[in-house]
Structure formats: structure tokens, C-alpha cells
């Protein structure tokens, strides 16, 4: 859900939109956003799955550091979706473990 | 490889504080900053600060943050945003990795004749039943998003911790439009200043001391938590579980030094529980025990936005000394004055005990 009135911050200025797809589904979102502020938006949770024991995780520290976030953005596993902005035409995919690349044995995702 | 004065590293109040005062004595200053936007932990705080007058209390800090940052440009620093130091060599030798944010990733090394640390802090998690689901964040982390952002996490919060930060964005999560319906807290008071909590209670948020969560509800997300009483060894009362309609848990209990670099680099460390964990050795300078490299702000210990700009300030003097861009006495008296403000902030019963942690860590160096 937005936050388009706020008492200290003033009503939401109008931002141009984009459009992301996000595991085949269409999103709109607003020029310079998050990717996972876009998705938190649209409703979704979610944005990685566990390699290990296959369980969800979402947002936990919002700056980038925890990697918590991470999904798969046009093809290249391991996005931070906290920190990097929504462009047009991008794809988001959940990412499964260490997402598309092979990986390397003994990797701890 | 390309050679600055001072490189800083983290654009939070206390790097750029530090910058600004680098700059303003005549050294080439590089101030990086992994976030797209300057300002740290600031740009999400749209409370007004406390504090004294000099450290702009009553001022919000996003404002301050846009202040500073002005500042900096204004005397001549060069800022890399979207750019992450991920390791520090012999030498000082930075290497970075470059537009990682905007997807164009790039990557180089500088040189740097004094390094400040100014890394900032991260926010420690709890571990309950559940509390890997979506919907358990740090408290940090929905202030991001409900003030920069301008997402709700969530409608119904539960909040874990009495601190300030537990108490202010509780607040802020409420003017955002969400529901907080309970905030527990461990301890059998509350841990934060009396107007915050006074604020929520009156908003009619229950403060519930001596409680817990004791576990979070959901299969791909959070859909419900049980509290529960504690006693004064934090063990479960049996019969007093609650189960609490809510669908975000924000974890506010206290934050730690961000200081991997500073471990990199081969700084001494010291363990500060007042301090928040782990801290970088540091003498009055504020420089570690590696020579040339100074830590500044939450990174050296956590405490508020004001000690950062100060310790910021200490910092860059210090750096721009030892490089003799101002005399030994001018150092010292700048160092002075910027240290009986440290003095000033670290009184009370909040800054008192940071005041004294501060003593014995620079005690710590003297006898090592
Ligand atoms: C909810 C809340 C309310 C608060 N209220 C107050 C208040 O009212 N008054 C007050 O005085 N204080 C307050 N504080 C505390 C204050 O915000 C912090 O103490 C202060 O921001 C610390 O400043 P800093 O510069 O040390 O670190 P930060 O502000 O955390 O900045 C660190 C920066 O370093 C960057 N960074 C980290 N690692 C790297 C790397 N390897 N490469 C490049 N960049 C990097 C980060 O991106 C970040 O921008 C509050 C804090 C919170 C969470
Ligand atoms: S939520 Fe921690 S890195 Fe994005």
C-alpha cells in the first residue's frame, strides 16, 4: 500500500511510471523507486526462496546489507532489490537458491 | 592509480562531516557512499531531532542531511555515489565497485594518504520460531520504506523493543497509516526517552514491558505472532501467551558497529556492549591502530546522528593535522573545541554511559 498522504511529508508528488514485469506478471511502478518498494506496492512478499530447506524470504534491513532481498533482474541472479531502481522494461524473477548461474559446490545458498 | 588526501568512506553525517572539514583545510577529499542517495541513516528520519541547539535539534534529519551534503560539494569535495569499498590494502590501497545500483557495474582502486572509516551501523535481528518469514524486518528497514519510499510493509505491526527507535517509528509507522497494535519489550521498563513513548501510549499503542514474542505465524509471509510474559530472566510464564492479528514484525533491539573494513584493514578491535558489540580500537584522534586510518561516527560505536557529525568533525581535523595542512596548535585547539561538544552530548543517562565506554576504549590503546 502507498503512502500518498503523509502529515509531514505532504501528499505524494506525481512520478512518471514504468513498467516491470515480475515473474510473468505486469507491474507499474514509480520512476526512481526500489524494486522491492514496487513490489511491497503490488502486494508482494516474497522475493527469494531458499536453496537449502526451499523457504521464503522478503525485505529485512532495506540497505543493502543483509542480502535477504536478492532476486534474479534481467537474467542476473543475486539483485539487491532493496537498493537498485525499477527501469522500464525490466524483468524480476523470485530467485530459487543461487538463481540462473551454475553453481559452484559447496556454496552456502 | 589515482592519489587523494583523504578518501572517506560512508556519506552518513559523520563522513560527511568529516569530509567537509578535510576539504575546508585544503586537502583533496574523495567521499564514496554505496547508496544512490547521501545522508546514511538520515535520509529516512523525518522527526525532528533533540539535542541541543548547535546540533540543530527541532531540525528533521532529512534536512540535515541535505545541508551537509551541500555543504560538501560547496568546498570541493568529490562524491562517488553507487560506490562500494569492499576491501583495504597495504598501503591504503581502496578498492571499490562502481554502479552495482544502476546496474553498469564498474570496478577500481584509489589511493588514499588518510582513510576515514565512517561505515555507519546495522541493525541487530532476534531470532524466534518464524522469524525468517517476509513481514520480519528490522525496524530500520520500514522506516526506509515508509518515509523514503513511501510503502507501507504492512498494516498490523508488532514492534520488539522500547528503545528510541523502536518508539519513534512506531510513531512514524502510525502517521504513515499503519496499525501498530502492540510493542513488547523485554525488560520490565521501557528503554527509550519518556516523550517518545509517551507519544505512542497516548495514540493508545499498548507498551507491554517484561513481554516477548515467542513466535511468528505464516507460510510465505507473516500472519500472526504469539507474546508472551517474561520473568526477570526472560523465561516464558506459562499461561500467558498471547496471539496477536498482525501481518509485519519490526525488530528494534539495538543496532551494531558496521565495521568490516576496519577488520580488513587489520584495525584492533575491542569489545564495547555500551558501544553496541565490536568497535575499532581508536585513540583521542580518533585514528585506529593501523596508522592513516580514522573511524568516525556509529562505526566507531553506536550512539546518535549528533556525536557522528561531531566525531566527524574530529576526524577530519585530525586527518588534515597529520598531513600537516594546520599547525599542532591550531590541531589542538580545533580538536578542543569539538571534543567539550562531544562532552556536552555524552551527559545524562543516556550519554553518560557512552561517555565512560568511550574513556576505556581510549584507555584500552594506552596500556595495549
Ligand atoms: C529510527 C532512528 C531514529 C534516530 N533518531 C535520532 C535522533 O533523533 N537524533 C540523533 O542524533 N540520532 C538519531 N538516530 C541515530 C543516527 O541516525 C545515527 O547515529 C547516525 O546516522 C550515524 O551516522 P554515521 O554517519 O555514523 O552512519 P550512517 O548514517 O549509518 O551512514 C553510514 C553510510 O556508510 C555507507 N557505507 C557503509 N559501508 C560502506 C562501504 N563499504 N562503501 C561505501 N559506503 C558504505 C552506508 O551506505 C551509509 O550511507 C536515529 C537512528 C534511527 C535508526
Ligand atoms: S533487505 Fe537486506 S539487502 Fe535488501
Given at each position: 500500500m502507498r503512502v500518498t498522504h503523509h502529515p509531514i511529508l505532504?501528499?505524494?508528488?506525481?512520478a512518471r511510471t514504468v513498467e516491470i514485469t515480475v515473474d510473468g506478471r505486469k507491474v507499474t511502478a514509480r520512476e526512481g523507486e526500489t524494486i522491492a518498494a514496487a513490489l511491497l506496492a503490488a502486494g508482494i512478499r516474497v522475493n527469494r526462496i531458499t536453496r537449502k530447506q526451499g523457504t521464503p524470504r522478503g525485505?529485512?534491513?532495506?540497505i543493502g546489507q543483509c542480502t535477504d532481498c536478492v532476486m534474479v533482474v534481467n537474467g542476473v541472479p543475486n539483485?539487491?532489490?532493496?537498493?537498485?531502481?525499477?527501469?522500464?522494461?525490466?524483468t524480476v524473477e523470485t530467485q530459487k537458491g543461487g538463481g540462473p548461474a551454475p553453481l559452484k559446490s559447496g556454496g552456502s545458498r | 592509480m589515482k592519489t587523494y588526501?583523504?578518501?572517506?568512506?560512508?556519506?552518513?553525517?559523520?563522513g560527511l562531516a568529516a569530509s567537509i572539514e578535510a576539504a575546508r583545510r585544503g586537502c583533496g577529499v574523495l567521499l564514496v557512499d554505496s547508496n544512490l542517495k547521501p545522508g546514511g541513516q538520515l535520509i529516512k528520519q523525518i522527526h525532528k531531532f533533540f539535542g541541543s541547539r548547535e546540533h540543530r535539534a527541532g531540525t528533521r534529519g532529512i534536512d540535515i542531511a541535505r545541508d551537509l551534503y551541500r555543504e560538501a560539494l560547496d568546498a570541493g569535495v568529490t562524491v562517488w555515489l553507487d560506490t562500494s569499498v569492499y576491501g583495504i590494502f597495504a598501503g591504503n590501497v581502496l578498492a571499490y565497485a562502481r554502479g552495482l545500483l544502476?546496474?553498469?557495474?564498474?570496478?577500481g582502486?584509489?589511493?588514499?594518504?588518510?582513510v576515514v572509516l565512517a561505515t555507519g551501523?546495522?541493525?541487530?535481528?532476534?531470532?524466534?520460531?518464524?522469524?525468517?518469514?517476509?513481514?520480519?524486518?528490522?525496524?530500520g528497514a520500514a522506516q526506509t520504506m515508509i518515509n523514503v519510499e513511501r510503502v507501507l510493509p504492512g498494516k498490523r505491526v508488532l514492534m520488539i523493543g522500547s528503545g528510541n527507535v523502536g518508539l519513534i517509528v512506531s510513531y512514524q509507522l502510525m502517521q504513515a497509516g499503519a496499525d501498530v497494535v502492540a510493542l513488547v519489550e523485554g525488560l520490565p521498563r521501557v528503554g527509550g526517552y519518556g516523550v517518545h513513548s509517551a507519544k505512542i501510549s497516548r495514540a493508545g499503542v499498548p507498551i507491554l514491558t517484561a513481554h516477548t514474542v515467542s513466535r511468528a505465524f505464516g507460510d510465505t509471509a507473516v500472519e500472526g505472532a504469539e507474546i508472551v510474559r517474561v520473568d526477570p530472566s526472560w523465561k516464558p510464564v506459562a499461561g500467558t501467551e498471547q496471539r496477536l492479528d498482525i501481518d509485519t514484525i519490526c525488530i528494534a533491539t539495538g543496532l551494531r558497529p558496521y565495521a568490516k573494513l576496519a577488520m580488513l584493514a587489520g584495525c584492533r578491535m575491542v569489545h564495547s556492549p555500551i558501544l553496541g558489540g565490536w568497535v575499532p580500537f581508536h585513540d583521542r584522534s580518533l585514528q585506529t591502530s593501523v596508522p592513516g586510518i580514522f573511524v568516525a561516527g556509529d562505526a566507531g560505536g553506536v550512539e546518535e546522528a549528533s556525536t557522528a557529525m561531531e566525531e566527524g568533525r574530529l576526524a577530519g581535523v585530525s586527518a588534515a593535522a597529520s598531513l600537516g595542512k594546520v599547525s599542532a596548535a591550531e590541531a589542538r585547539a580545533q580538536r578542543e573545541e569539538v571534543e567539550a561538544r562531544l562532552a556536552s552530548l555524552r551527559m545524562g543517562p543516556f550519554g553518560k554511559p557512552r561517555h565512560d565506554a568511550k574513556e576505556a576504549l581510549h584507555k584500552a590503546g594506552e596500556c595495549a
Open positions: 505532504g501528499e505524494q508528488s506525481p525485505l529485512f534491513c532495506a539483485v539487491r532489490t532493496c537498493v537498485t531502481p525499477v527501469a522500464d522494461g525490466m | 588526501d583523504v578518501v572517506v568512506i560512508g556519506a552518513g553525517p559523520a544502476e546496474m553498469k557495474p564498474s570496478g582502486a584509489v589511493k588514499a594518504d588518510r551501523a546495522s541493525e541487530n535481528a532476534v531470532n524466534f520460531p518464524g522469524w525468517t518469514l517476509p513481514g520480519v524486518m528490522g525496524a
